[in-house]
């Protein structure tokens, strides 16, 4: 039966167990999650040494797992089953008959990372409808909802990230939900419940830089900057490993695209705008200003251009020129406009 996160964590945690748990997905926090919890709080350390094993799907086959799926727990009321790396399994679908009729005396976890598996098949859809399964999907988050989970995830750890911080953050980190957890974390047992983030603290303890990034980049783009567009410009070309050309595209083309939405939005207030171009309340000023310095043509050709970098970024019909030079080179021709 198919659950979300936060419904396998409350079973979980009122000691509701499921004899299958099938863990899928491209986001690997939240299974990582739901598996750690299991393997530290089902059995006690007592009950973990004769019923608990951890296999892997490249070293096992599928009818191994339902061998020992099948034993009784010795001393305990159930025995603890979880495979990692399930996805590697080969021919999975040999597990078809014990799930179809489970042991009740065992919680058998498979864990299916890094990618969704076929739900046209006879097999999964069983699997993920069946009344003796947790089946929880873990979805990566987009790009556009990174910032709105890192607010979240701050919150749920009473911190008070600035608005600017968080963009820094969803700029810096990308959409890596574990690598967001682990900084977010750091920060805490740096700063202390209740503490207030800066765009200094970030910069100190996380490394990402509160002036020279691609959140500043894109604000002084919108302003028309040129002077600050191309101080941080020089920036990335003195420091390559700052700049990844692909998501610094695709962040310059959101930028854009919101102008664009705020261009159009002429009769929305600003709560309305804020859900229209899926940003905050604090930022809807920025873009209403940023979208009184463009006109429609010029807005058109920037897409144009963004396109054109785009695919001479990955290869085609580009000259010898480094990310940060065709940054630099798409930048002066926006301006140019």
Not at 153 to 166: C, D, E, F, M, T
């Amino acid at each position: 039966m198919k659950k979300d996160y936060s419904q396998v964590l409350a079973d979980l945690k009122n000691k509701i167990y499921q004899p299958i748990y099938f863990l899928f997905g491209d986001e690997s926090y939240y299974i990582d999650s739901v598996v750690s919890y299991i393997e530290k709080n089902v059995l006690t350390e007592t009950e973990k040494a004769f019923n608990f094993q951890v296999l892997y799907g490249k070293e096992v086959e599928a009818m191994q797992i339902a061998e020992s799926a099948s034993r009784l727990p010795m001393m305990a009321n159930h025995q603890l089953l979880i495979v990692k790396e399930a996805q590697q399994l080969n021919n999975i679908q040999a597990l078809e008959d014990y799930l179809n009729k489970p042991s009740q005396t065992t919680i058998l976890v498979l864990a299916y990372k890094h990618k969704n598996p076929d739900k046209r098949t006879a097999f999964f859809k069983n699997l993920i409808a069946s009344p003796h399964s947790a089946a929880m999907e873990s979805k990566a988050i987009r790009d556009y909802e990174v910032a709105k989970w890192i607010s979240a995830y701050a919150g749920q750890k009473k911190l008070n990230i600035s608005p600017k911080g968080v963009e820094m953050l969803a700029e810096f980190l990308g959409a890596d939900i574990s690598k967001i957890v682990n900084e977010i974390d750091k920060l805490l047992m740096i700063k202390g419940v209740g503490a207030d983030i800066s765009e200094e603290d970030i910069e100190k303890n996380i490394g990402a830089s509160k002036d020279y990034n691609i959140f500043e980049l894109t604000a002084a783009l919108g302003e028309k900057n040129s002077e600050k567009t191309f101080r941080i410009l020089q920036y990335f070309s003195a420091n390559p490993k700052a700049l990844v050309l692909v998501m610094a595209l695709g962040t310059i083309n959101s930028l854009y695209q919101k102008i664009y939405l705020c261009k159009h939005a002429v009769h929305a207030d600003d709560r309305e705008l804020a859900s229209i171009l899926k940003v905050g309340p604090y930022f809807v000023k920025d873009y209403k200003r940023y979208a009184s310095k463009y006109g429609l043509d010029q807005l058109e050709k920037t897409f144009e251009l963004i396109t054109e970098y785009d695919l001479k970024s990955k290869g085609m019909g580009s000259k010898t020129l480094s990310p940060s030079e065709l940054l630099t080179e798409m930048c002066y021709r926006i301006f140019n406009l």
